[in-house]
Each structure stands twice: as structure tokens, then as C-alpha cells.
């Protein structure tokens, strides 16, 4: 599986307080980006599944909210996080 417990981890703890703190938006928000980079590559090479198509659109609606909500409650962690994603070009 490409996202294992270890990777998740790993991804929290890099962008969030602790790799046990699941709930910070920042950490949310890169884990919803590390799903959606694999189910792109996913369908760049399977452009008829339409299930994974739909999950992908979910995911990226999950992460704007998420990224709206950083935005008007605190500019300065929304600016962080975009700037350390790469979500902006």
C-alpha cells in the first residue's frame, strides 16, 4: 500500500506539532496533498476510472476548505504551508 502508518507518521511530523498530533490543519492538508499526487499519477495512466476521479475531486475540495479555513483564521500558517507544499505557482 503506498500509505502506510509509518509514511503518515512521518508526514505529521514534518508538518504538523508532533507525529501523534492527527488534527492540526497543516497536517491534514498534507496528507490530503500526498493522496491526491498519488491519485493523479494514478490516473494519468488509468484516464477511465472514474471512481478514483471522484475520490480525487473529494480530496481537493477536503483541502481548499481546509486551506479557506487556515486562510481566514490565520495568514501566516496558510502562507507557511502553501509556500512549503508548493501549492501555489
Known sequence: MYLN???KREI???????S?????AEGQIALFTYRINHL???LKKNRKDFNTERSL????????????YLHSTEINRYRAIVEKLGLRK
Do not use: N, P, Y
Open 5 to 7: 502508518s509509518e509514511k
Open 40 to 42: 493523479t499519477e494514478h
Open 20 to 24: 501523534e498530533d492527527t488534527g492540526t
Open 57 to 68: 475531486v473529494r480530496l481537493v475540495g477536503k483541502r481548499r476548505s481546509l486551506l479557506d
Open 12 to 18: 505529521f511530523a514534518t508538518h504538523g506539532k508532533s
